[in-house]
C-alpha cells in the first residue's frame, strides 16, 4: 500500500527509537550480568529509584505528563511487572544473560494466554499452536543444565524462578493493555517504578553487600539505560503499527545472547539453541497475529 512521505518518515523514525531502546534494554542486561557480584535487590532498587528520578524530572520541567485515572489497576501492574523485574534482574547472574532473558521473554506467550481467559481475546489455531510450541521450547530450555546427557532432565529451580517472572510480566502485559485506556504510558511506567521500589527497598538494605564508588556508578548506569530503554520504547510506539514495534522489541532476547556468548563466554548447547529458537519464533508468531500486542517490559 503507498505511503505518504510524512508516514514513512514517522516509520522511520519509529524503527530508530524502538533500535535505539532495544540496545539501551541490551545494555542495562549486559551490565546486569557485569554486576553479578551485587546482589540483584540493589541492582532493581537503582533501576526504579533512577525510572523514578527521570520521570520526575521530565514532569517537573514540563516535557511530560502525569496523571493517574485508575490507581487499583496501577497499584496490580507495578505489583506483578515489579516483582517480574525482579525476577529477571536475578535471573541473569544465576542463569546467564541469554538463557536468562530468553525465558523472561517469553511473557507475550503468557501474555496472550491470560488475554484470552480475561479479556475474551479469540484466539486462533495459529496462537494455540505457537503456545504449546513456546511452552515445549521453554521446558526444552529450562531443563538444559549444561550435562551431556541432559535430554530426560526436568528444569531446575531457577529455570522455573524464571518462568514465573515470565508469567508474572505475562500478568502485567494484560493490565498495561488495560491501563492504557485510561491511563498514560509514563503514568505506567512510574507505577511499575513506585511499587517495584517497595518490593525491594527493604530486602535491598538488608543483605550485606560493599559496593564502593565503581559499583554505585554501575548501578545508576544500569538504572539509567533501562529508562532510557523505557522511554525511548514509548516514544517509538508513538510512530510505529504495535506489530512492527512489538517484532523489533523481541530482538532484546537475540541480542542479549549473542553478548552472552561473545562477551560473557558463554556455553550454547544443541538443546538451548532449539528451546531458544522455539520460544523466539513461537512469540513472534503470537504477536504477529495480535495486532494489540506489545512487548515492552513487563
Not at 539501551?24 to 546486569?32: D, E, I, K, N
Not at 526444552?140 to 535430554?151: F, N
Request: aromatic share 10%.
Amino acid at each position: 500500500m503507498f505511503q505518504t512521505p510524512a508516514i514513512e518518515d514517522r516509520q522511520r523514525r519509529g524503527t530508530a527509537l524502538m533500535l535505539s531502546s532495544t540496545l539501551a534494554f541490551c545494555l542495562m542486561s549486559g551490565l546486569v550480568r557485569y554486576a553479578s557480584d551485587i546482589d540483584p535487590y540493589k541492582t532493581t532498587l537503582f533501576r526504579f529509584v533512577v525510572g523514578l528520578g527521570i520521570l520526575g524530572t521530565a514532569a517537573m520541567s514540563g516535557k511530560i505528563k502525569l496523571a493517574f485515572t485508575h490507581g487499583p489497576l496501577l497499584f496490580l501492574r507495578g505489583l506483578f511487572g515489579g516483582t517480574a523485574i525482579l525476577i529477571f534482574f536475578w535471573s541473569i547472574p544465576a542463569l546467564g544473560i541469554g538463557k536468562a532473558t530468553v525465558l523472561i521473554y517469553s511473557f507475550p506467550i503468557f501474555g496472550s494466554l491470560f488475554s484470552a481467559i480475561f479479556l475474551k481475546e479469540r484466539v486462533g489455531l495459529a496462537q494455540v499452536s505457537a503456545m504449546l510450541a513456546a511452552f515445549f521450547g521453554i521446558f526444552l530450555l529450562g531443563s538444559d543444565h549444561g550435562e551431556a546427557a541432559s535430554w530426560l532432565a526436568l528444569p531446575g529451580p531457577h529455570e522455573m524462578l524464571a518462568v514465573l517472572g515470565a508469567l508474572l510480566g505475562g500478568i502485567a502485559l494484560v493490565l498495561v493493555k488495560k491501563l492504557h485506556d485510561t491511563d498514560s504510558s509514563y503514568a505506567i511506567f512510574f507505577a511499575q517504578c513506585v511499587i517495584g521500589l517497595w518490593i525491594v527497598v527493604v530486602p535491598a538494605n538488608t543483605v550485606p553487600c560493599s559496593i564502593g564508588l565503581t559499583g554505585g556508578l554501575l548501578l545508576v548506569a544500569i538504572g539509567v539505560s533501562s529508562a532510557v530503554g523505557q522511554l525511548l520504547s514509548t516514544e517509538g510506539y508513538r510512530h510505529l503499527p504495535v506489530l512492527k514495534g512489538s517484532l523489533l522489541g523481541m530482538l532484546v532476547p537475540v541480542l542479549n545472547y549473542v553478548v552472552g556468548v561473545t562477551v560473557f563466554n558463554e556455553v550454547l548447547s544443541v538443546r538451548s539453541v532449539v528451546g531458544s529458537v522455539t520460544v523466539l519464533g513461537a512469540c513472534v508468531v503470537v504477536l504477529a497475529k495480535r495486532r494489540n500486542g506489545s512487548t515492552k517490559e513487563p
